[in-house]
């Protein structure tokens, strides 16, 4: 399935940004981190929030965005080991459809 730059370029940059001021995420977000499983559990369980993106961040990391019909959205930072981070979540995410090339 193919993922449009913007949504790479966005989930990116919202990693970028935490990662590289991180007294300014810190006192703005208490990260919530668990396990892969039961993170994904609750999102789907609680706020019906399936898989939207998925991104590689180096070889230990990947990044996944899930998205629910009703516009709520999280950002989620995982490791191999299983752990996950909570990093970013709103409201008012639209998907936008890969345009044919030219």
């Given at each position: 399935?193919?993922?449009?730059?913007?949504?790479?370029?966005?989930?990116?940059?919202?990693?970028?940004?935490?990662?590289?001021?991180?007294?300014?995420?810190?006192?703005?977000?208490?990260?919530?981190?668990?396990?892969?499983?039961?993170?994904?559990?609750?999102?789907?369980?609680h706020?019906?929030?399936?898989l939207?993106?998925?991104?590689?961040?180096?070889?230990?990391?990947?990044?996944?965005?899930?998205?629910?019909?009703?516009?709520?959205?999280?950002?989620?930072?995982?490791?191999?080991?299983?752990?996950?981070?909570?990093?970013?979540?709103?409201?008012?995410?639209?998907?936008?459809?890969?345009?044919?090339?030219?």
């Amino acid at each position: 399935m193919k993922r449009t730059m913007l949504t790479r370029l966005m989930a990116t940059a919202l990693v970028a940004t935490s990662i590289l001021y991180p007294r300014v995420a810190a006192s703005q977000v208490t990260l919530a981190c668990a396990q892969h499983v039961d993170i994904v559990a609750f999102l789907g369980d609680h706020l019906s929030e399936k898989l939207s993106a998925v991104g590689k961040l180096d070889q230990s990391t990947i990044v996944e965005i899930y998205a629910a019909e009703s516009g709520n959205w999280t950002l989620l930072v995982s490791d191999v080991s299983g752990r996950s981070c909570i990093i970013l979540s709103g409201d008012s995410w639209e998907s936008i459809p890969v345009l044919p090339k030219a």
